[in-house]
């Protein structure tokens, strides 16, 4: 499990850390990380030109220290100095000094870092607010102009640590060397984008970090151990009956890329109710297709309801009074009726990409995509209800808090007609077989996003590609 804290979180483990440590040891631990990931990038060091902009936090001293270890290797390194040299990190200064790098002011930072290899981006981490500030910003500009490979430090300057925002000019990295833990900007968009690559540095902060974090990013194994598994003694209602109520005479392929996805998500049958049953047969004969309302198609361990719903309320209204399961998507997100929900006792998934989401908080789409975390976390809080929020990197948060999950096996390929039926078939499946809303989500969004790599494979794919790929996730994930 990959796990991101907020900045709180890791001021206090770094105080209690450095509390037992000699003063300045842990910026010598960051400065040695992350001089070494600048020399592995640079592959040889020795003549090289480094640039390290520097603001006036510990975030510059970090960049100093390595920048010092750099020029001891052979590299011509300057120091663009954004504050004066008085409010610099005076240890890193000197050291840098003492090794033969050069402090420049900050209106001649453009000039070398339009001339460097690689440039190191010191302005600002954890102790950041907004975007980047004015002094700062021509030479964001002239990064983004040079040649130079960029390696943040910590976190791209001006990126919003905690929330993974971006309010205003950030730096752009082709790397990203933080230390400690993650912070949630390096796994939520927009921040993530900024970041590039991400490396993480072992400063010994792990055992003061409490156990819960602030975000999870689940990984091969973590998926392994939650996917169902038949068992000896497994028949098909053992394994889950997934409902899906969807599809419309005016979008019968939302009910078949539902039911292609939940054909692959681990339940032991598919059960289908709707408009579009005859679509449904003729592609997946092995559906259980039904010609009655949901209340009365038989048994069913979880139900999903709303892809390519068109209008029609009943269906979403009738399966928000069964006491199982119950997945949200596409129209059902806008015909569900708020109360319903809130009084349900089984759980529930919403799986809203940012429009629908933006629709159901009553603010603009920019704002969701601009603010994901905050917006996923007062979706679920507002409905008390699990909430998928979909995007290049998908965040499924619980109602009340705790942990929320982010996932970034996705692809922009993804981003296609029908991708999302398929999603919402194959977490309804997951929450048949028995996996919580949260844990069928993120299980769903991570197998989802494997399968539109493989699907695509570098060229665009249709959503019945992706489906059609979950096996080889799955099976991806269990070798
Ligand atoms: N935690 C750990 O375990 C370890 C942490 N370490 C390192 O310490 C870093 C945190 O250092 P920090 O606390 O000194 O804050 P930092 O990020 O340098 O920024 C503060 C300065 O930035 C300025 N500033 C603020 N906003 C700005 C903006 N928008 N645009 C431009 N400037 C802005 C603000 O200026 P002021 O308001 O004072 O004028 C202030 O002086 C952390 O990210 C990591 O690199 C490692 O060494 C070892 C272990
Ligand atoms: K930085």
Known sequence: MRTAYSVQ??????????????????????????????????????????????????????????????????????????????KTHAGGLAALVAAGGRPVAGDRGADAVARADLVVDGIVGIGGRGGLRADAVPLADAVERARAAVVAVDLPSGVEAGSGEV????????????????????????????????????IGLRPKLPAEPELEALQHTDVAALLPRPGAASDKYRRGVVGIAAGSARYPGAAVLAVSGALRGGAGAVRYVGPAGDAVLARFPETLVSDRGPKEAGRVQAWVVGPGAGD????????LGQDVPVLIDADGLRLADRAAVRARTAPTLLTPHAGEAAALLGVAREEVEAARLASARELADRYGATVLLKGSTTLVADPGGGPVRVNATGTGWLATAGSGDVLSGLAGSLLASGLTARDAGSVAAYLHGLAGRYAADGAPAGAHDVAAAIPDAWRDVLS
């Not at 910026?27 to 990038?41: I, P, T, V, W």
């Not at 309010?167 to 400690?180: C, E, N, S």
């Open 9 to 86: 979180t890791v001021r206090s483990a770094e105080r209690a850390l450095m509390a037992r440590l000699p003063e300045g040891a842990l910026m010598q631990r960051a400065a040695a990380g992350l001089a070494a990931a600048c020399a592995e990038l640079l592959g040889r060091v020795y003549g090289r030109r480094v640039v390290l902009l520097v603001g006036s936090g510990d975030n510059g001293g970090d960049a100093l220290y390595a920048g010092a270890r750099l020029a001891r290797r052979g590299a011509g390194v300057t120091a663009v100095l954004l504050a004066s040299p008085e």
């Open 312 to 319: 029609d309320a009943s269906a979403v209204g009738e399966v």
């Open 167 to 202: 309010r205003g000019r950030a730096v752009r990295a082709d790397l990203t060397v933080t230390f400690g833990t993650h912070k949630p900007a390096l796994l939520v968009d927009p921040a993530r984008e900024y970041a590039g690559s991400v490396r993480l540095v072992d």
